[in-house]
């Protein structure tokens, strides 16, 4: 079956500091990858993809995310947070095999702290 | 440039009343999504479709009907609304190459009392 995991349910960091929003799944296949952020009564908005080549990806607000093959993993990254990401970050996978269905993980709130 | 637009925005329904809430995207997309989303929680999958006519259950399809007679259109019904069914519902829609990302709309807020 596909999963999608992001362990963490909330991830606190103090403005200026890197964040790291964690990301593994598990799929048949080789999978494509995304980021989305939510913000509070707004729907899911896309961030980032990884589809092939360079394993570190660059996307929309200055995040990027690393696609680990070994470690089925695609931890979104920022080097320094702004209060202004405080946001609910959702991980998805899309499977070769099953170009139909997007499986996402359960979110992980970020909050900046001034 | 409206990408997927899901109306209402807002609904209170009683318990066993029904409705449909409607989503409307204008990229040509083949694919089109519903999700529902609990509070504090991630995204469920109701139904799904890949194209005019044809539709899918996806985890969590009880107490709702879709129909997809256009590529543009992707109604979900709701039959004798219940409680359980309070939740944020998200229409998605993206095309189907494999690369490509999903789209969504801003979200319908039902409240079933």
């Known amino acids: 079956a596909q999963s999608v995991a992001q362990p963490e349910d909330q991830v606190n960091v103090a403005e200026g500091n890197p964040l790291t929003v964690k990301c593994t799944y598990s799929?048949?296949?080789?999978?494509?990858l995304f980021w989305y952020v939510q913000y509070p009564n707004r729907g899911l908005q896309f961030l980032l993809k990884y589809i092939t080549g360079d394993n570190l990806v660059k996307g929309s607000y200055g995040f990027e995310a690393e696609f680990n093959k070994s470690q089925t993993s695609f931890h979104l990254k920022k080097p320094s947070a702004l209060v202004s990401d405080s946001a609910l970050y959702f991980c998805a996978v899309r499977v070769r095999v099953n170009f139909n269905k997007f499986y996402f993980g359960s979110g992980t709130k970020l909050n900046v702290k001034p | 440039n409206a990408g997927v637009t899901q109306t209402p925005k807002f609904r209170i329904l009683k318990i066993g009343q029904s409705m449909t809430l409607q989503c409307a995207q204008d990229m040509n997309h083949n694919y089109m999504y519903w999700y529902r989303q609990d509070p504090g929680m991630g995204l469920k999958l109701i139904y799904y479709s890949v194209g005019a006519g044809i539709t899918d259950k996806g985890e969590v399809p009880n107490g709702y009907n879709v129909s997809r007679s256009t590529t543009e259109d992707f109604p979900l019904r709701l039959e004798l609304a219940a409680p359980s069914q309070t939740s944020v519902y998200f229409c998605?829609?993206?095309?189907?190459?494999?690369?490509?990302?999903?789209?969504f709309g801003e979200g319908s807020w039902l409240t079933v009392v």
């Open positions: 998605a829609s993206t095309r189907g190459d494999s690369g490509n990302t999903i789209y």
């Open positions: 799929v048949s296949g080789n999978p494509y």
